[in-house]
């Protein structure tokens, strides 16, 4: 019964601090605002984690299991297309900002424009984590090259770079015009132009 | 006498402000460290600026007057064509990135990620910005349509907002990996696959 009870004051205060530091940032949120939505002592919080640092980075992990699963399922989906699983993920993130009415965008993007020059720490796991997601890319068009549904005019890797750094700058200028219309442009050229086989 | 006094202390302010929240963010910013580094008082401070927002909106005034000046000369520079306008936005801004060592980035584009959701004030002039830079950009892109430099396959606004997001999407990732490897691999697509002519 012990175990039970911390694993869940662990998720519960990673579930609360995910949802506040998606929307404030890293150094918008307190720790004291953390402790008082879960309703336990700062001692907790220290059994748990090391600092707010070490937090950030266990939420760096549970924010990328938890938000990315949907994703990470649309990427990996082979019961569709290459240029589907690409759409499917494109989709679900325009429905996920939709609903949260362009606000918090997408939480590694978030952390990374913020703190890449403050924590050297956060900076790496959040670039090792990019790199999982720009691999996920790769290997779709990969595949879509390979069955001739993605254009081979230029490499994978390179393809994937621009479909990742234009999806997080579209979600960037999408939460700051509060309208998902650069996810829609994106999604227009990058499927009807870039990636689309000649 | 008075006049220029002032003008500079202010001027002064704006310039220690820009370094700090270039590199810290706002929320990181701390009016007293603005305040030390360029040896005046608070009163000074609160003479020029009537809250740390207030200093925030004349701070993204100011640097996109000081830091956007090159690159608007080079969007603008007509002894140019549209399409090295465009080039020479990019490669001038790879060097500032080469040179500050992939840290800071984009001004406009780190507010915008940190402050959309937490100050409507801020969110509001960020994103009027915004919307001039990509004016700039579908300027010249539908110049080059005209002269037949750059494909009309997409309408130039459409091309404005890929380009602008994916080169800020970039800008986040070169910073978080720290390469500008991802500015090479936009520079590249963009220039000799999406805008060109076919």
């Given at each position: 019964m012990t175990t039970t009870f911390k694993v869940d004051t662990r998720t519960a205060l990673l579930e609360a601090g995910k949802d506040i530091m998606f929307e404030k940032g890293y150094t918008n949120t307190g720790i004291q605002e953390v402790l008082n939505k879960v309703g336990v002592p700062k001692g907790s919080f220290y059994h748990y984690f090391n600092s707010k640092e070490d937090f950030a980075l266990k939420l760096i992990e549970y924010t990328d299991e938890v938000c990315g699963a949907k994703s990470r399922r649309a990427l990996t989906d082979s019961d569709v297309s290459p240029t589907e699983r690409l759409m499917n993920y494109c989709l679900e993130g325009k429905n996920a900002l939709s609903e949260s009415k362009c606000r918090k965008g997408c939480f590694i993007g978030n952390l990374s424009q913020e703190m890449s020059d403050q924590s050297e720490t956060l900076r790496k796991a959040l670039s090792a984590k990019m790199f999982k997601w720009k691999e996920l890319f790769a290997l779709c068009i990969k595949e879509g090259q390979k069955v001739g549904e993605?254009?081979?005019?230029?490499p994978a890797d390179k393809m994937a770079e621009l479909f990742f750094s234009g999806w997080e700058g579209a979600l960037m200028r999408a939460k700051t015009i509060k309208s998902v219309e650069p996810l829609n442009d994106f999604i227009d050229l990058m499927f009807n132009h870039i990636l689309k086989a000649t």
């Open positions: 993605v254009s081979k005019a230029w």
